[in-house]
């Protein structure tokens, strides 16, 4: 019954998205990937936005249902409550009617099983499209690296134009296709070159077809962030817009929450917040972040890995043996598989451990090692880890918990009832 709710629900939403481009004339933006889709579509929207009217989604609204209620800014109801999709549709209806206020709109497409992109196929068309990149996901599901490449390569077949990361994509998925491509080595057709990091950010230069471009600064304190700022340059540039333009959506492109983040903590310490999800790729440039940041102390919490199957210890072992104790003080570990293997791996490198069930009992740990002026890396997937209720623990200011992920009341049950927390 749900699954018949939900296709009819998502027939009439992309009925009335297409009634709405054939009124209107606007571009469309779609970002696809196994990491960053999230931060790369808030990156690209708020670049768009020096030039163009923008519409977008802050949160992850990236399936069949959702994607089309960005297009008329609607919020999703209940998938049972009729009276409520009512109201939407006649809402989208009256917009339909409207001259649409929009140039761009800027969506994030997502898969959870093989073939789910290929269902946006009947319904999306996007003038331009971005492969974040192509890496370990639902490998539950997938099995193989050529399962998910074949899944994310899909979003080319409803896009005029696709850019795609290079540096995380294998070259066997992209060569001899019609693609654009980007990468932070330089040998990409948008690069950028001359990267400098400090503490508080990145200087770069950015080129285009081998030609520099411009100058800039960024507060991206990981290749991750300059990624998803390189998507951005790289998409506005396609799309027209000058180098001041440019310049000035880098300064309105912040961390989300929970995606390498900066906040501040006790004893004057500083805290990367990276607790949304984790990836093997994502863990291992969020250490190598933690690696290339100066401080005096620098403690790693790696939470469990999710959704990763038969790969799951693999990628488990490999962090493990990333963990280098002359780089770092301290490695805590949250979650079966983290504290399984991770652990011990991290440990036979030479690393401190200590390992935790409890997000809230891996935050209290961390608050009694904390010394003046540390570095902490909070990393980490959702179930069975949540690893934001340790960063509130440590954080300077309380309020700043509002900063984190999965706050709201419906989260915070099921996070007290998973680790009986009172």
């Known amino acids: 019954m ?22 209107n004339d606007f571009k469309v933006v779609a970002v696809a990937g196994s990491v960053g889709k999230t931060s790369a579509k808030l990156a690209i929207a708020r670049v768009l ?3 163009y009217k923008v519409q977008y989604q802050d949160g992850n609204y990236n399936d069949l249902v959702t994607v089309p209620l960005i297009f008329f800014g609607a919020n999703q109801p209940s998938l049972f409550n009729p009276f409520a999709w009512l109201h939407t549709f006649a809402s989208n209806a009256k917009k339909i009617r409207q001259e649409y206020p929009y140039d761009i709109v800027v969506v994030e497409v997502g898969t959870d099983y093989p073939g789910n992109l290929a269902e946006f196929k009947r319904y999306l068309s996007a003038e331009v499209g971005v492969i974040a990149g192509i890496a370990p996901e639902h490998m539950e599901l997938f099995k193989s690296l050529d399962s998910v490449a074949h899944e994310e390569l899909t979003l080319a077949d409803f896009s005029s134009l696709v850019i795609v990361n290079k540096d995380l994509s294998a070259a066997k998925y992209i060569k001899g296709k019609d693609f654009l491509t980007y990468s932070l080595s330089g040998n990409g057709d948008f690069g950028l070159t001359n990267v400098m990091f400090s503490n508080n950010g990145a200087s770069f230069d950015f080129i285009a077809s081998g030609q520099k471009i411009m ?26 817009l000058s180098t001041a333009e440019l310049k000035a959506g880098l ?6 929450p929970g995606r390498m983040q900066t906040l501040e903590g006790i004893n004057g310490s ?17 250490l190598q972040t933690l690696y290339r940041m100066k401080a005096p102390q620098k403690i790693a919490l790696l939470g469990n890995m999710n959704e990763l199957g038969e790969y799951s210890r693999q990628a488990h072992q490999e962090v493990g043996e990333m963990c280098d104790p002359k780089k770092v003080d301290l490695i805590v570990t949250l979650g079966p598989d983290a504290n399984e293997v991770l652990a011990p791996a991290a440990a036979q490198k030479g690393c401190k451990v200590q390992s935790f069930d409890s997000p809230f009992e891996a935050g209290d740990f ?15 997937s959702q179930n069975k880890v949540f690893a934001e209720e340790a960063v509130k623990k440590i954080l300077a200011d309380p309020t700043d918990a509002a900063k984190l992920v999965r706050q709201s009341d419906e989260w915070m049950k099921a996070k007290n009832q998973m680790f009986a927390q009172s």
Do not use: C
């Not at 805290?271 to 291992?284: F, G, L, M, Q, W």
């Open 2 to 23: 749900k699954a018949i709710a939900r296709r009819l629900v998502a027939e009439i939403l992309w009925h009335q998205v297409r009634a709405l481009r054939k009124h």
């Open 49 to 51: 936005a020096q030039k």
């Open 215 to 240: 100058s800039a600064n960024h507060q991206a304190i990981s290749e991750p962030q300059l990624y998803f700022a390189l998507a951005a340059l790289a998409v506005g540039l396609k799309l027209g």
């Open 251 to 256: 300064d309105q492109i912040k961390p989300a």
């Open 270 to 286: 500083k805290i990367i917040d990276d607790t949304y999800n984790a990836s093997p790729e994502a863990v291992k440039a969020a």
């Open 366 to 380: 961390i608050r009694s090692q904390i010394k003046a002026g540390a570095l902490v890396l909070v990393k980490g």
